[in-house]
T-cell receptor, first 114, second 110 residues
Framework: DAMVIQNPRYQVTQFGKPVTLSCSQT?????MYWYQQKSSQAPKLLFH???????NEADTPDNFQSRRPNTSFCFLDIRSPGLGDAAMYLC?????????????FGQGTRLTVV | KQEVTQIPAALSVPEGENLVLNCSFT??????LQWFRQDPGKGLTSLLL?????REQTSGRLNASLDKSSGRSTLYIAASQPGDSATYLC?????????FGSGTKLNVKP
């Protein structure tokens, strides 16, 4: 089945140690998103790629970076994780430019910072 | 910037009850409205998509409506079951982005 896959499901990292989260899709969607979700809060958009064009949200800390080497893969890099970065990170895709644009999500990566 | 509010934040009902979850947004210029379900520690599962030209969508026991003029959407769940217990989030779409509410946490008691 076509889907959005995030790896790993759970990630434990040390304070200040760089970490990378991975997302892949088989839907061939042109847009990929990274959201941060903390407990009982709305998912917060960090950035998105429209094809190869990177779009950063104004309030996304510089500590967060992203790469999209091809249509199928997108990575979230946290350069120096702090305790406040512990959260669920959600990857989503959509096909923008059609009437029924909808978001498809992966299962998320739960990040713990120790 | 689009702000999305969901009321109530939490809801507990006995099994079999019909219920309504509410979603309101500040900018009526949304294009589509999508409802999701999130189980604890999991990602988001899409339930219903209402396109800009539509006013409602139905899937099984779920019915979602959209009134762009008032900036509101509702999710109606008929004959609730314990398996419906989860957090329900709405998201408005415009300008290539999805804007989320913080969800309604639903508990259906057997």
């Amino acid at each position: 089945d076509a889907m959005v896959i995030q790896n790993p499901r759970y990630q434990v990292t040390q304070f200040g140690k760089p970490v990378t989260l991975s997302c892949s899709q088989t839907l061939n969607h042109n847009v990929m998103y990274w959201y941060q979700q903390k407990s009982s809060q709305a998912p917060k958009l960090l950035f998105h790629y429209y094809d190869k064009d990177f779009n950063n949200e104004a309030d996304t800390p510089d500590n967060f970076q992203s790469r999209r080497p091809n249509t199928s893969f997108c990575f979230l890099d946290i350069r120096s994780p702090g305790l406040g970065d512990a959260a669920m990170y959600l990857c989503a895709t959509s096909r923008v430019g059609i009437l029924n644009t909808e978001a498809f999500f992966g299962q998320g990566t739960r990040l713990t910072v120790v | 910037k689009q702000e999305v509010t969901q009321i109530p934040a939490a809801l507990s009902v006995p099994e079999g009850e019909n219920l309504v979850l509410n979603c309101s947004f500040t900018d009526s210029a949304i294009y589509n409205l999508q409802w999701f379900r999130q189980d604890p520690g999991k990602g988001l599962t899409s339930l219903l998509l209402i396109q800009s030209s539509q006013r409602e969508q139905t899937s099984g026991r779920l019915n979602a409506s959209l009134d762009k003029s008032s900036g509101r959407s509702t999710l109606y769940i008929a004959a609730s079951q314990p398996g419906d217990s989860a957090t329900y989030l709405c998201a408005g779409y415009n300008f290539n982005k999805f804007y989320f509410g913080s969800g309604t946490k639903l508990n259906v008691k057997p």
